[in-house]
């Protein structure tokens, strides 16, 4: 019986496999995005606050975290809330922007005009009923900044 090529190249490919190395990333600091001609693709992270957690945020409210290294994985994160509960009056929305440099953080996501369908952009939106949540992102992603 004839070993198909693909056979061979997956063969391959499993011998080549390395375990995947699992650790806790936290983020390092908060930064806001400045341009700067000198940084690559004009733009530079700028630390604002070391990451103490937990952090307050309002409605309307944006943060860019820095975890200070490129990682690949899944966002897990919890929510709650504080104050009155009686004057939650909807869900809470979350925009979450992932980037492996500041470009990606600060480019919209509606501006995108490229041959990949948009479903490759780093870019969710959740939405939490109840707090408080205690959750991830299914997806995985690429990323050293989260906005």
């Not at 063969?11 to 341009?35: G, N, S, T, W, Y």
């Not at 200070?68 to 929510?79: S, T």
Request: glycine share 6%.
């Amino acid at each position: 019986m004839a070993v198909l090529k693909n056979e061979i190249f997956a063969q391959k490919a499993d011998a080549l496999k390395r375990p995947l190395k699992h650790v806790k990333a936290e983020p390092k600091q908060l930064v806001k995005i400045e341009k700067d001609e000198n940084a690559f693709q004009w733009l530079r992270p700028v630390p604002v606050a070391n990451c103490e957690f937990p952090i307050t945020i309002n409605s309307g409210d944006s943060l860019i975290f820095d975890f200070g290294d490129h990682f690949v994985g899944q966002l897990h994160f919890a929510l709650t809330h504080f104050g009155d509960l009686r004057i939650v009056d909807s869900p809470v929305k979350l925009r979450f922007t992932f980037g492996e440099f500041p470009l990606e953080i600060v480019t919209p996501p509606e501006s995108y005009k490229g041959g990949l369908g948009s479903g490759w952009l780093q870019n969710e939106v959740k939405n939490i009923v109840f707090t408080p949540y205690t959750g991830f992102l299914e997806r995985r992603y690429a990323f050293r900044y989260l906005k």
